[in-house]
């Protein structure tokens, strides 16, 4: 069965300021949401992560009563610390875990921390697996999994980055967020998807031309094919729509959420309608 979700970061505009702290709460952005017909959401780290324990609880009995679900909880580690910085960050992830119990959430998505396969040293490296290792061991004592996203600057930014590291971590609760290396070649996307595929259970999916936010239909990498690839080699995770035209503002002020969530209920639909063009109706949203 394949869920689609939308992410809470399209939500928010202050994803794009230095300190990212959130320009919204979380249960702001839940009944518009909701009533733009989404029913699941992968929240931005941002929109819980500096809240207190009563109002993750409070976002849960708001979310229950709107019929919206949580799976996913995002998240952006930096592994390769020691000392007091990998306790400050360690206990950082604890506290998501806690609160994704809370939200009923199954999954967390990393970061697969903050440097470049290219960048990092040996030592940083080793230090970056262990990191993971104890992260993903926590996770499993909450029955969580944990996926890595492909992405530039981190240590799965390349398919053969991404397999080193998860064969050097090797824990069964490590699986692939798979985000396109770039958002304009549409086969290397569906070739580079194809490589990971058996441990993908996680698509995140933002639609640009021209290196600017666009709807999926528009967008220079053609999301159809790349949805089609998904069905024709049985993907049945997640399918995020994580950013959408009309989510970067200069100002926070000119932030207009009926209109992000407008565009993002067209991803939606196109993802929907591509989906039933390539011959599956086992999708939920």
Same mark, same amino acid.
């Given at each position: 069965m394949i869920h689609i979700l939308l992410n809470s970061i399209a939500l928010d505009p202050n994803r794009w300021t230095a300190d990212k702290r959130a320009y919204f709460q979380l249960d702001q952005l839940l009944d518009p949401v909701a009533k733009a017909g989404f029913r699941f959401i992968e929240v931005w780290q941002d929109h819980v992560s500096r809240a207190a324990e009563s109002?993750?609880?409070? $976002?849960? *009995?708001?979310?229950?009563?709107?019929?919206?679900?949580?799976? %996913?909880?995002?998240? $952006?580690?930096? /592994?390769? /610390?020691?000392?007091?910085?990998?306790?400050?960050?360690?206990?950082?992830? *604890?506290?998501? /875990? =806690? $609160?994704? *119990?809370?939200?009923?959430?199954g999954l967390l998505k990393a970061f %697969?921390?903050? !440097?470049?396969?290219a960048q990092i040293t040996d030592s940083e490296y080793q230090r970056s697996v262990e990191f993971m290792q104890e992260t993903l061991e926590l996770a499993a004592s909450y029955n969580l999994a944990v996926t890595g996203e492909t992405h530039p600057d981190t240590l799965f930014d390349s398919v053969d980055s991404c397999r080193e590291f998860m *064969?050097?971590? =090797?824990?069964? =609760?490590?699986?692939?967020?798979? !985000?396109?290396?770039?958002?304009y070649d549409t086969e290397k996307a569906i070739g580079d998807y194809r490589m990971l595929a058996d441990d993908v259970v996680h698509i995140h999916y933002q639609g640009q031309k021209n290196g600017k936010m666009a709807l999926l239909k528009d967008s220079d990498l053609d999301y159809g094919k790349l949805t089609a690839a998904l069905v024709e080699g049985g993907f049945s995770g997640k399918i995020c729509i994580e950013f959408v035209k009309d989510c970067v503002v200069q100002d926070p002020k000119d932030f207009n959420v009926k209109k992000v969530l407008e565009n993002a209920v067209q991803d939606r639909d196109f993802v929907v309608n591509v989906l039933k063009e390539a011959g599956t109706v086992d999708f939920i949203y």
């Open positions: 109002e993750i609880k409070k $976002y849960g *009995k708001i979310a229950n009563s709107l019929g919206l679900r949580f799976p %996913v909880i995002g998240m $952006y580690p930096s /592994l390769h /610390l020691r000392g007091r910085g990998r306790q400050d960050e360690l206990d950082r992830i *604890k506290r998501l /875990l =806690n $609160y994704a *119990k809370l939200l009923e959430s %697969v921390g903050v !440097q470049g396969s *064969k050097a971590v =090797n824990l069964e =609760n490590f699986m692939v967020c798979f !985000q396109p290396f770039d958002f």
